[in-house]
């Protein structure tokens, strides 16, 4: 069978940079940092104390006030993006056939913030008599958001959520993409979300020294690809990509960003939260979105990378850059813009790949921040073009987008300039 092509018509974005796609991508291009203290809890015993937090939310612009108690955070972060990128789509609702238009939406977490209010209530008690919130499981489970908004506009296409860690919203899309290209939908609404900047979140990840603790230096703290870097920065928001069948937009009239034509995924089957120090996984997935796009290396001219600012997981990606694109390497943009956003877990890939979708359509590559002189790591090849501290203008003919998760999952999407 012949597939269909897939196309971007919408997108929506709540990050530390902004609340909206505007205002993220103007902070991406400006190189602006969105890290900064702990303000959801009193962090002052953790050894971090600063993360990239969304600043200025207010859930009562997209619920009723009395609604807003039924939501964890980050279901309100999906809900946020869900309908800034159908508004930005342009649906008539009226027209289309909703049971032909899918939401895949991703947590890496889920309602973490719910889960600990919930049980420290519970355990707090003098009694210990279960007085739960009846909302406690509907709030706290990672696959709500795409039920939520499911419900919100009637889609009753495909439905659920891809859970795979750090790697999660990346796998949302990739599915949303198959499906449509398969012809089992027409639209998807995809993409991921969290809000895990709390006591259990931050403590966790400090157990594991995966978090920086630059506490004297929190915008720069995050500096992947850097000698100096310590760990990665904690953030939180959504991000959320209208997809859809090629034919079904230009038979609406709708303005098309860019076109996705290739996914990949991969696992490293080495650790449960380190990378493969060779870049295995992160060589298989690269490969396998390539393929997948029927793409040479030579036409991909820009890759978000996964690039956390860990010493590990940093060198292991510029490995596999290496073997994947050979001498191509050093002709592409590289940039993480987590050194910017902080790592959102499981919403990472879907804000990433908006930053991608953003540099096809506006040839601009946004940067890596915080590296100085003096700072380069030796295990890296100075020769790769890591976009330091100043966005980049270039023709972008096609972006790829790595995110890579704890588990060893590994996922790709490559987007690429739309042309009839």
């Known amino acids: 069978m012949?597939?269909?092509?897939?196309?971007?018509?919408?997108?929506?974005a709540v990050t530390p940079l902004g609340n909206n796609v505007s205002e993220y991508w103007n902070g991406l291009i400006n190189g602006v940092s969105g890290a900064g203290p702990i303000t959801h809890f009193d962090a002052a015993k953790f050894k971090t104390q600063f993360a990239c937090e969304v600043k200025g939310f207010n859930p009562e612009q997209y619920f009723e006030k009395k609604e807003v108690r039924k939501y964890d955070r980050y279901a309100q972060f999906a809900i946020a993006v869900a309908k800034e990128s159908v508004e930005d789509a342009g649906f008539d609702l009226e027209k289309?056939?909703?049971?032909?238009?899918?939401?895949?939406?991703?947590?890496g977490i889920g309602g973490i913030a719910t889960f600990e209010q919930e049980v420290g209530s519970f355990y707090a008690s003098a009694d210990r008599v279960p007085r739960f919130n009846p909302f406690f499981i509907p709030k706290m489970i990672s696959d709500i958001a795409a039920g939520h908004i499911s419900m919100l506009y009637g889609f009753r296409g495909p439905n659920f959520g891809t859970v795979s860690a750090c790697a999660s919203s990346t796998h949302a899309l990739g599915v949303a993409f198959d499906l449509i290209r398969l012809g089992k939908a027409d639209v998807i609404v995809?993409?991921?979300?969290?809000?895990?900047?709390?006591?259990?979140?931050?403590?966790?990840?400090?157990?594991m020294h995966a978090l920086s603790t630059r506490n004297d230096d929190p915008k720069g703290a995050s500096r992947p690809f850097s000698k100096s870097r310590d760990g990665f920065v904690i953030g939180e928001g959504a991000g959320?990509?209208?997809?859809?069948?090629?034919?079904?937009?230009?038979?609406?009239?709708?303005?098309?960003?860019?076109?996705?034509?290739?996914?990949?995924?991969?696992?490293?089957?080495?650790?449960?939260?380190?990378?493969?120090?060779?870049?295995?996984?992160?060589?298989?997935?690269?490969?396998?979105?390539?393929?997948?796009?029927?793409?040479?290396?030579?036409?991909?001219?820009?890759?978000?990378?996964?690039?956390?600012?860990?010493?590990?997981?940093?060198p292991s990606e510029a490995k596999a850059i290496l073997k994947v694109f050979g001498e191509n390497a050093?002709?592409?943009?590289?940039?993480?813009?987590?050194?910017?956003?902080?790592?959102?877990?499981?919403?990472?890939?879907a804000i990433e790949a908006i930053a991608s979708v953003l540099a096809v359509k506006n040839d601009i590559v946004p940067p890596t921040i915080n590296h100085a002189e003096g700072d380069e790591d030796p295990e890296l090849d100075e020769k790769l073009n890591f976009t330091f501290n100043k966005a980049q203008k270039r023709t972008v003919r096609a972006a790829l987008s790595n995110t890579f998760g704890f588990g060893g999952h590994n996922a790709s999407v490559i987007v690429k300039k739309f042309a009839k």
């Open 2 to 12: 012949e597939l269909k092509r897939v196309v971007v018509t919408g997108l929506g």
């Open 96 to 107: 289309i056939d909703t049971n032909r238009v899918g939401v895949i939406f991703s947590a």
């Open 190 to 207: 995809a993409g991921g979300s969290e809000a895990a900047i709390t006591p259990s979140g931050v403590g966790g990840f400090n157990s």
């Open 240 to 314: 959320c990509l209208i997809l859809e069948d090629l034919e079904h937009a230009l038979k609406r009239g709708a303005k098309i960003y860019a076109e996705i034509v290739g996914s990949g995924a991969s696992a490293d089957a080495y650790h449960i939260t380190a990378t493969h120090p060779e870049g295995l996984g992160a060589t298989l997935v690269m490969q396998s979105a390539l393929k997948d796009a029927g793409m040479k290396p030579e036409e991909i001219d820009y890759i978000n990378v996964h690039g956390t600012s860990t010493p590990v997981g940093d």
């Open 330 to 349: 050093y002709k592409l943009n590289i940039s993480s813009t987590k050194s910017m956003t902080g790592h959102l877990l499981g919403g990472a890939g």
